[in-house]
């Protein structure tokens, strides 16, 4: 019962705070140079103008999407889910060649955790100074550090939630409203969310999002095989670890290359020791590689003690990078991007639908004439009113009714009209399929068909 109790009590141990020691090399400049251009898209993009309007603006209200001079609407959901798969797939391309790249250069998690960090450093000190004064009793100076901290925090958490608003609403119009005090209830609100999330992930939860909230860090091991490129200590050429004099020949003195430092500890963001194999706590910002490469340089051995490898390399076998994981992921994105992108450019700025009126397959008429009647819906997905002709022919003469209407149809709206289509004849020809035919008498370019069935008696 007391060994039980002893499991379980050490399996809920306290949360221990995490001082990532920094770190200078290669990596360390590529994940800079990637929260540099991350946070710049997402903090300038609100404000880039394209044709006399905000860039990319989720105008929720007015149910409109613009990205680039390209207006979609609700109907074009189906482009919302192609590009969600497609950033599902990329992702698991990604993670099958490359391992957790995304997690230690691009998730947005990282970023902001990297940029509350650096603020950290500003206002605190580097890692042994915050630790220092972690633990030292409050004082005037811990207390303006602290503040100074908590400030910089909050104004870049809120700027944060500001700017993630700025997508729903046009950012100039939001920005006058803050500065006028006038600010609408939701996005009060949503400002304040969302700079909250922000403050409590990037500034106190940090590597335990990592660790006990991502899905991607639960499943995916699943995506990895032999040939992923990973993170990875090399036990052959590192153990048995100790200390040596700068310059020695480890071997001679029946050790390895490791000199147990602890660095690769110190600087690991997650706190982990990536020399007792592969976790799920890595994140595969490849700060352990930098520091350990310095301290290669400095002890005169070979780089690459811990470096980006792949399970097959360990085990001096060769590694694939076309294998049929790869080319499976890599065919569909291809197939699936291809696809978006001719179907963005292909898309239509209006919409037919034709449906059958389901009250009466059709009416036989005294002098002969056979009626079907279709509720017509036309949608004007373009930005300005358009007005459209209807027509509507098949195998047969068919005169569509009324004759020779015009539909103006304001943007954004849906436009619906019972109409009627006569066989000018009576045969007894049965069904046939018709097309229905909407053309703008605005513009030459728009133009669509549906096609439909129309019912008769066979005799
Ligand atoms: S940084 Fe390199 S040498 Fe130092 S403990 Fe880690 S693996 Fe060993
Ligand atoms: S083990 Fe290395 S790569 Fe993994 S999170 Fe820690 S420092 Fe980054």
């Not at 002893?6 to 290669?26: C, F, I, L, N, T």
């Not at 694939?320 to 080319?327: D, N």
Request: aromatic content about 14%; hydrophobic content about 45%.
């Amino acid at each position: 019962m007391n060994a039980q109790l002893k499991v379980v009590s050490e399996s809920y141990y306290a949360h221990q705070k995490v001082y990532p020691r920094e770190v200078d090399g290669r990596f360390a400049h590529l994940r800079v140079l990637s929260v540099w251009a991350l946070l710049g898209i997402f903090y300038l993009l609100p404000w880039l103008p394209w044709g006399g309007r905000q860039a990319v603006l989720f105008d929720l209200p007015a149910r409109k999407f613009f990205i680039f001079g390209i207006v979609f609407w609700p109907q074009d959901f189906i482009f919302l889910t192609w590009l969600l798969v497609i950033a599902a797939l990329l992702l698991f391309f990604v993670t099958a060649v490359w391992g957790r790249l995304w997690c230690g250069y691009a998730c947005p998690q990282t970023v902001w955790t990297e940029t509350f960090l650096w603020l950290e450093k500003f206002a605190e000190g580097d890692r042994s100074a915050r630790q220092k004064l972690d633990r030292a009793p409050l004082s005037a100076r811990k207390l303006a550090r602290k503040s100074l901290k908590q400030f910089l925090w909050v104004s870049f958490a809120l700027w944060t939630g500001f700017t993630f608003v700025g997508f729903f609403t046009p950012i100039r119009t939001l920005s006058a409203e803050f500065l006028a005090f006038n600010v609408g209830p939701w996005e009060t609100f949503w400002v304040l969310f969302y700079g909250f999330a922000t403050y409590g992930n990037a500034g106190y939860l940090r590597e335990q999002v990592c660790k006990y909230m991502c899905p991607y860090a639960r499943f995916q091991s699943a995506m990895f095989d032999r040939d992923t490129l990973v993170i990875t200590y090399d036990t052959e050429r590192g153990d048995p670890r100790g200390a040596r004099k700068r310059g020695t020949d480890p071997r001679a003195q029946g050790k390895g290359d490791c000199i147990d430092c602890t660095l690769c500890v110190q600087v690991c963001p997650t706190g982990i020791d990536i020399r007792k194999g592969l976790q799920i706590e890595c994140i595969a910002c490849a700060a352990c590689i930098d520091v350990c490469d310095d301290v290669m340089d400095k002890m005169g051995s070979p780089r690459g003690l811990i470096r980006y490898t792949t399970q097959q390399a360990l085990e001096h076998k060769p590694s694939r990078l076309l294998r049929p994981r790869s080319l499976i992921y890599g065919a569909l994105l291809t197939t699936l991007v291809v696809g978006f992108c001719a179907a963005v450019y292909m898309r239509n700025p209006v919409a037919l639908d034709v449906i059958r009126d389901r009250n009466a397959l059709y009416q036989v008429r005294d002098d002969g004439h056979v009626d079907n009647v279709y509720t017509i819906r036309i949608l004007n997905k373009s930005e300005h009113a358009q007005r459209f002709a209807l027509n509507a022919h098949g195998a047969s003469a068919l005169t569509l009714l009324p004759r020779m209407a015009e539909y103006s149809v304001p943007s954004g709206e849906v436009y619906s009209i019972p109409v009627r289509v006569r066989r000018a004849t009576y045969e007894p020809l049965g069904a046939e399929t018709i097309t229905f035919e909407l053309g703008s008498l605005d513009d030459a370019n728009v133009h669509v068909t549906t096609r439909a069935r129309f019912l008769a008696p066979t005799r």
